[in-house]
């Protein structure tokens, strides 16, 4: 097995976080090259607008919220009324929750908390326990179907610790540590496993960033501007059709991270 490409049109892909700009996209594209799809997010209302936009008998939508069990196992058991099932995963889901992980007290001069634990277990849940579930149901599924299939983590060069993100940059970097693991475990089953590390891209995840912050980070990186959203899609693309590569991260960055 696993000597020809997997060609895009017999791609049946579930994508989480599918409402955002990245998540909306891969949808776009993949549908475009003449895959099947079924978009996740918990935003009910943004995912019926992107039903509505993109107008094509292949593209399927489900609401849930997948740092839970059981909706994760009910949007593969909808895959499989709509499309058959499927043989890709995107785990893109993500969020921010930035702050410091302490302050000073301006009139007191002490030291207080800043990252509350929420906040923390907030961003862990989506960013790393969701892709975990997710991966874990795709996988048990595959197995015995006698099908490739491919998982897709959407990793970020926050893996190497960016400041404000104690959250976000530990759920990136387990989801790069976890591309690794599942690589290895689930080649026998015919299963490659890959991640995306974008740098700073062009999405409305951006949006909750501050201008300053935001023109610090561009400052960094050597090609001198944001990526963008189809530039990532690239790197998908090419996970998604190069069958011999698995386990690795492919940094879609500017150079942000050299």
């Known amino acids: 097995a696993g000597q020809g490409r997997m060609l895009l049109p017999n791609v049946r892909a579930i994508v989480t976080g599918a ?13 475009e090259n003449g895959a099947s799809v079924l978009a996740v997010d918990v935003n009910s209302a943004r995912l019926e607008q992107l039903k509505e936009g993109l107008k094509s008998s292949k593209f399927h939508v489900q609401t849930a ?4 069990e059981d909706s994760v196992r009910s949007i593969f058991e909808a895959a499989e009324k709509s499309m058959a099932g499927s043989n890709v995963l995107v785990n893109n889901a993500g969020i ?36 975990f579930l997710c991966a874990r149901e795709f996988a048990s599924r595959m ?13 970020s060069s926050a893996r190497n610790g960016y400041v404000f993100q104690s959250n976000y940059s530990a759920a990136k970097a387990g989801l790069a540590a976890d591309t690794v693991v599942w690589a290895k475990e689930l080649a026998k089953h015919n299963i490659r496993v890959g991640a995306i590390a974008p740098g700073v891209v062009h999405t409305q995840i951006l949006d909750s960033v501050p201008k300053n912050l935001l023109d610090e980070l561009i400052a960094k990186v050597p090609l001198g501007r944001l990526g963008q959203e189809d530039e990532v899609w ?23 991270t050299l």
């Open 19 to 31: 409402a955002g700009g990245l998540g909306s996209t891969f949808c776009r594209r993949l549908l």
């Open 234 to 256: 690239q790197g998908l693309k090419f996970i998604l059709e190069c069958n011999y590569f698995t386990g690795r991260v492919v940094e879609i960055d500017g150079g942000i």
């Open 143 to 155: 197995i015995g179907s006698g099908q490739e299939g491919v998982i897709v983590n959407i990793s």
């Open 96 to 131: 921010l929750r930035d702050k410091a992980l302490v302050k000073r007290d301006k009139s007191s001069g002490k030291g207080m908390h800043g990252m509350s634990k929420e906040e923390w277990d907030a961003v862990i849940s989506i960013n790393l326990t969701a892709p």
């Open 65 to 68: 919220d997948i740092s839970k």
